[in-house]
Nanobody, 114 residues
Framework: QVQLVESGGGLVQAGGSLRLSCAASGSMSSKNTMGWYRQAPGKQRELVATITSGGSTNYADSVKGRFTVSRDNAKNTVYLQMNSLKPEDTAVYYC????????WGQGTQVTVSS
C-alpha cells in the first residue's frame, strides 16, 4: 500500500507564491506518475500538473507559466511551486500517484485572497 502525505498549503495574497510537497511511502515501483489535482468548492476535481519518473510533465492550461511541478525520485517526493497565485486557484490540492492504480493524499487547503 502507498501513503501520500502533503504539506505546504496555506493562505496567501493574490500574486504571492506557495510550494506544496508530497512524500510517498510504502510499497511502490520507482516508475510511476505523480502530481497534483485540485478541487474547489462546488466543482469537480481537476488536473493541475503531473510528472513521470522520467521527468515528463503535463499541466492544466490554467496554470501553465505560473506553476512548476518537480520531483525527487530518491526521496519519493513531488513538489508544486505555485507563483502568481490568483483567487481562482483557491482549492484543496490533492497529491496523486499512479502505478497500475491511483493513490490520493488527504489534501491540503490553498486559499488565495484578493
Amino acid at each position: 500500500q502507498v501513503q501520500l502525505v502533503e504539506s505546504g498549503g496555506g493562505l496567501v495574497q493574490a500574486g504571492g507564491s506557495l510550494r506544496l510537497s508530497c512524500a510517498a511511502s510504502g510499497s511502490m515501483s520507482s516508475k510511476n506518475t505523480m502530481g497534483w489535482y485540485r478541487q474547489a468548492p462546488g466543482k469537480q476535481r481537476e488536473l493541475v500538473a503531473t510528472i513521470t519518473s522520467g521527468g515528463s510533465t503535463n499541466y492544466a492550461d490554467s496554470v501553465k507559466g505560473r506553476f512548476t511541478v518537480s520531483r525527487d525520485n530518491a526521496k519519493n517526493t513531488v513538489y508544486l511551486q505555485m507563483n502568481s497565485l490568483k483567487p481562482e486557484d483557491t482549492a484543496v490540492y490533492y497529491c496523486y500517484l499512479f502505478r497500475f492504480k491511483v493513490y490520493w493524499g488527504q489534501g491540503t487547503q490553498v486559499t488565495v485572497s484578493s
